[in-house]
């Protein structure tokens, strides 16, 4: 049966032992379209061809790829982040037993829309969990992702202060999530060295932030955490 969507290595090197390629995210429709996923990533090719032989890869190589025989293994989506898209990491390890203890391989920062990752992880008869509950750091990565009931953009701090503490006590009342400063509701990023400006340097600024969010919730939420 060929699915609808598939993924695609594109091969650079090849060896006995490992194989470094570029991972696409191919969709089969009316036309077919490649979306870039991941780099000069590199698997050891007992894993490649583990994925090769499960019907979820396609491999792009001249001369025609041949993959060997085909070795036990065990793959596990470890999620960073949900939404419309689902970030994370496919990790690869000889058995399901202490899966996360065994890893030792992976392919990290994957995205892809939640339901072609579904779709993947039934395929694969994968395992996922949440590992880093819904933690984003990166803002190009959380603009990629889009709002949803862990990531949420504010255009500054000044003109949204009251949206900004709804915000941090729904997060509290929920499984943690990420609020982001300079990001509109769009998802550009617009900056807030305007604002950082008004309070001398940036150092003044996470003050202030973190001083209002003290002054206007109670219990103090101690577990949140400001970065720039």
Not at 38 to 45: F, H, K, S, V
Not at 106 to 124: N, T
Not at 201 to 215: E, M, R, S, V, W
Request: with cysteine.
């Amino acid at each position: 049966m060929r699915h609808i969507c598939s993924l695609l290595a594109v091969v650079h090197e090849l060896t006995e032992q490992s194989v470094r390629f570029d991972l696409y995210q191919e969709i089969r429709r009316s036309t077919v379209d490649r979306e870039l996923l991941r780099q000069n990533a590199q698997l050891p090719r007992h894993y490649f061809d583990f994925l090769f032989h499960s019907g979820v890869l396609e491999v792009e190589n001249d001369p025609p790829y041949q993959p060997g025989i085909t070795k036990p293994a065990s793959i596990g989506m470890n999620i960073r982040s949900l939404g419309g898209n689902v970030l994370f990491d496919m990790c690869f390890a000889p058995q399901t037993y202490k899966l996360w203890q065994n890893t030792d391989a992976s392919l990290e920062d994957l995205s892809l829309p939640a339901d072609i990752f579904e779709e993947y992880v039934y395929r694969l008869g994968a395992i996922s969990r949440f590992r880093y509950l819904g933690r984003v750091d990166d803002p190009l990565v959380a603009t990629s992702l889009g709002e949803n009931d862990m990531i949420e953009f504010k255009r500054d701090f000044l003109l949204s202060k009251g949206g900004i503490i709804k915000t941090v006590v729904a997060f509290a009342n929920s499984n943690n999530g990420n609020l982001f400063l300079g990001i509109t509701d769009e998802g550009t990023i617009c900056g807030i060295d305007h604002e950082i400006e008004q309070y001398g340097d940036p150092d003044k600024y996470i003050l202030a932030i973190t001083q209002y969010i003290q002054d206007k919730t109670s219990p103090f939420l101690r577990f949140i955490t400001i970065t720039r």
